[in-house]
């Protein structure tokens, strides 16, 4: 059994100005603040001598490579991102940034979506991916307008209420 895994779709590389800033605030973090004091305490935790029976010194070695990997990926993608900061021309259909509200057409449910870059998601506060089959099936649409999605509960029919775009 191998641990080949087949690569993944590539993610659209757009994002909001908020979004940017908030990745670019995480890598300064990470770089300027906390990787200086992770180094600071693996070079204590490596003074103390055995390295083979050091919890401290693996645990930081660790932490150092986490820290590492992450500030390599920003470091990359803020590169790549596109930052979206203009509105669409026609702000009545659903387009990347867009705040859409949407009907359940077979349990009434109401749910309230923003389309946001696939760095910037968040489940809590109903930011999905543009990548998201949900977002990609409500991409042009209109108020009033029904469309058909397959999603993990099944395939549902949803009624778009609202579309709004945040100044």
């Known amino acids: 059994m ?5 690569p993944s779709a590539a993610s659209t590389a ?8 908030r990745l670019r605030d ?6 300027k603040q906390r990787r200086p004091e992770v180094v600071k305490a693996l070079t204590a935790a490596a003074a103390e001598g055995d390295r083979s029976e050091n919890a401290e010194y693996t645990y930081r070695k ?3 490579g986490e820290i590492d990997r992450r500030v390599r990926y920003l470091s990359k993608r803020l590169e790549i991102l596109k930052v979206v ?3 669409p021309s026609d702000p009545d259909a659903v387009y990347f940034g867009a705040s859409v509200e949407v009907e359940d057409e077979t349990s009434g449910e109401v749910s ?13 506060a109903a930011w999905i991916s543009i990548d ?5 099936a409500m991409l042009g649409k209109r108020i009033d307008d029904v469309f058909e999605v397959d999603l993990p509960a099944g ?7 609202a579309v709004s775009y945040p100044p």
């Open 155 to 161: 395939r549902r029919r949803l009624l778009v209420l």
């Open 62 to 64: 660790k932490q150092l």
């Open 2 to 6: 191998s641990r080949w895994r087949p």
């Open 14 to 21: 757009v994002i909001t100005r908020a979004g940017f800033e």
């Open 85 to 87: 900061e203009t509105r």
């Open 132 to 136: 998201s089959p949900l977002a990609r």
């Open 26 to 31: 995480e890598l300064n973090l990470l770089w």
């Open 112 to 124: 309230h979506y923003r389309l946001v870059g696939p760095d910037e998601t968040d489940a809590r």
